[in-house]
């Protein structure tokens, strides 16, 4: 195997990043932020991930445990719906890092948020889903709850050359998917896929696109594209990588091309 275990990285990463006190789970965030994204959306950036993407806008906080703040789940649900009724926004999500690294704190925090009208963004890589019938029933039983299931490239070789991982750890992010839908959530509406396409081959999006099908029919209908915004620290990444974009933008929205 060249790639690494993310599961095994994921135990790593939680002893960082993640603190029961009391007997209460408390997940490291580095910001609570307000943002443009779904029409509006209050933002915890969680730190921690099991991934490694070259890619990733949030890598120093991501690839690292560095620079953050603990908050039990209370605390997170008013800095959420502080943010959101000033600013007059529906919907609240985690982002930055992997909010399933704290499954409890998370499970936690849409309890309290079943309690209001808000709906919740569930931002996923999908790999602790998908491993774990269990936890998809738990997540589908909030109404709150809405899950987009980010994949990392369109085919297992993709996945190892954009994430670190091993491609055997890919399927998990299609099975994220069957274990939420077969959990009761209804596909492309309350779960759905999102997936990095900026250095795809056509001919794994077709596959990709293909085996969405073959889980619900809904589900390419659904698919929500993502392209790498070229922001300085971004660019440092991917060239130390030596991973180039077929297709990315400028933070201003333009097109943009890596040298
Ligand atoms: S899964 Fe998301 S947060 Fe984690 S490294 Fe990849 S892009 Fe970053």
Redesign the pocket.
């Known amino acids: 195997m060249t790639g690494f275990d993310p599961f095994m990285l994921t135990e790593k990463v939680r002893e960082k990043v993640v603190q029961v006190r009391n007997g209460t789970e408390y997940r490291m965030y580095y910001r609570f932020r307000g943002g443009k994204w779904y029409g509006g959306i209050a933002t915890g950036d969680v730190v921690g ?5 070259k ?5 120093r906080y ?2 690292g445990y560095k620079n953050g703040k603990f908050y039990n789940a209370y605390q997170v649900f008013h800095r959420l719906i502080d943010i959101a009724s000033r600013r007059g926004y529906r919907y609240l999500r985690l982002s ?3 909010p399933t690294l704290s499954q409890n704190h998370l499970l936690q925090l849409l309890d309290l948020v079943d309690e209001t009208d808000y709906l919740f963004v569930l931002e996923t ?1 999908g790999l602790l889903i998908g491993r774990d019938k269990r936890f998809a029933e738990k997540l589908a039983i909030h109404k709150s709850v809405i899950v987009r299931v ?1 994949f ?1 490239g369109a085919s297992p070789d993709e996945f190892e050359r954009l ?1 670190g991982a091993s491609k055997k750890f890919y399927d998990y992010q299609f099975k994220a998917l069957e274990n939420l839908i077969d959990a009761g959530l209804e596909p492309g509406e309350r779960v759905y896929p999102a997936i ?1 396409l900026s250095f795809s081959e056509p001919e794994n999006i077709k596959w990709f696109v293909e085996r969405l099908k073959s889980i619900d029919p809904a589900l390419p209908e659904s698919i929500d594209p993502e392209y790498v915004i070229l922001y300085p620290h971004v660019i440092d990444l991917m060239k130390r990588y030596g991973l180039k974009p077929k297709k990315a933008f400028r933070p201003n929205g333009l097109p943009g091309f890596l040298i």
């Not at 890619?55 to 890598?59: A, G, I, K, R, T």
Request: with cysteine; glycine share 10%.
């Open positions: 991930c099991n991934l490694r993407c890619f990733c806008w949030s890598w991501s690839h930055g890092g992997e890589n980010s990392k994430t990095m």
